[in-house]
DNA sequence: CCACAATGATACGGAGCCGAAACGTTCACG
DNA sequence: CGTGAACGTTTCGGCTCCGTATCATTGTGG
């Protein structure tokens, strides 16, 4: 059964989650690049930077930058494509996964916290 | 009864949104104006700058910041305090109220159509 | 072969946000 | 009064991101 939630709920949500973030994290991720991550690590690969620019609607030179902040970051890698050396696949990594997985657990207890 | 969420649905739900955030905004808010917008509006007021420079851990600088672009969009409003002059009190508004009730809305779809 | 398309990266000028420090105004209180 | 504290704002240099245009490399088709 789908998830659902009333307009408290959804804003109370979101609202909790940006907080806890805000509040905890020193380096945060711009929105984009939030996008970026939770798409290489939800979505099943390839994923190219072709493909990504398309998805979110922004240029290409976008998500070259953001990964290259994500990858400095250890979040994300970088390989060749062997088959169409043009290419450039993006790979996931355990540092990335780590992230997501306590973002995730930060919105599940968010959401077990509000009020009803 | 609480929210209850798998960590599939919790990712799943934040990457859907972030996706129609980034795909959509043309001028997309910082994750801590973001912050700032649901506090003023899911809190009941008085909301100062050292208020809310407090409770999202930042300087006082970032929180005018904020309320300057903010502003300028109509988000919110500033008035100052007649009782005590040193103080500015944030106003919500029209605007801003509509603001985030369409960001609801795009959570409250997002978690409509989540796999399960 | 060779001109052309496709892919990702880079250069560049501009704009926004950042933290630390200093500032102007307003209040409290001896 | 007048000294000091409280509050919000501004200034400053620095960093990151942005969009456009351009680049080097690699593949494709005549």
Redesign the pocket.
């Known amino acids: 059964m789908p998830l659902e939630m009333t307009p408290s709920q959804a804003l109370g949500l979101w609202h909790a989650v940006s907080l806890s973030q805000v509040r905890s994290e020193a380096h945060d ?5 939030m996008a970026i991550l939770l798409q290489i690590y939800l979505v099943p690969p390839p994923h ?6 398309a998805t979110l609607n ?12 994500m990858g400095a970051m250890g979040l994300v890698d ?1 390989v ?10 993006i790979k996931r990594t355990v540092a990335g996964a780590l992230y997501l997985e306590k973002l995730g657990d930060v919105v599940i207890a968010e959401a077990r916290q509000l009020p009803y």
């Open positions: 991720l711009t929105l984009r690049q190219t930077v072709r493909g990504l620019a922004v240029t290409k030179p976008v998500i070259t930058r953001a990964l290259d902040t970088r060749r494509d062997d088959k169409d050396r043009r290419n450039v696949i």
